[in-house]
Nanobody, 120 residues
C-alpha cells in the first residue's frame, strides 16, 4: 500500500511561482511512474506532467516552458515547479503513482489533492 502526500499549494498572483511536492510512503517494493494531474469543477482531470523512476520527464503542452517536474529518486518524492502562473492554472493538483515499472500495470494511487489558486 502506498500513501501519497502533497504539499505546496496556495494562493499566488498571476506571474508568480509555486512549488508542489508529493512524497510516497508505505509498504511497497517499488514506485514506477509518478505524475501530476489537475482538475477544475465540471472538467475532467488533466495530465500535467509525468516522470519515470529513471528521471525521464514530460509535461503537457499547456504548461511547457512554465512547469518543470523533477524527482528525488531515493525518496520517491516528486516536485512540480510552476512559474509564470496564469489564472487558468487554478485547479486542484493531484499526485499519482503506480507501483510497477509499467504505468499500465500495477496498483495506482492518488494523493488527496492540493489547491492552487492564481488570482490578483
Amino acid at each position: 500500500q502506498v500513501q501519497l502526500v502533497e504539499s505546496g499549494g496556495g494562493l499566488v498572483q498571476p506571474g508568480g511561482s509555486l512549488r508542489l511536492s508529493c512524497a510516497a510512503s508505505g509498504d511497497y517494493f517499488r514506485i514506477g511512474v509518478m505524475r501530476w494531474y489537475r482538475q477544475t469543477p465540471g472538467k475532467e482531470r488533466e495530465l500535467v506532467a509525468s516522470i519515470t523512476d529513471g528521471g525521464l520527464a514530460d509535461v503537457a503542452g499547456s504548461v511547457e516552458g512554465r512547469f518543470t517536474i523533477s524527482r528525488d529518486i531515493g525518496r520517491d518524492t516528486i516536485y512540480l515547479q510552476m512559474n509564470t502562473l496564469k489564472p487558468e492554472d487554478t485547479a486542484v493538483y493531484y499526485c499519482w503513482a503506480v507501483d510497477s515499472p509499467d504505468p499500465n500495470h500495477g496498483n495506482q494511487y492518488w494523493g488527496q489533492g492540493t489547491q492552487v489558486t492564481v488570482s490578483s
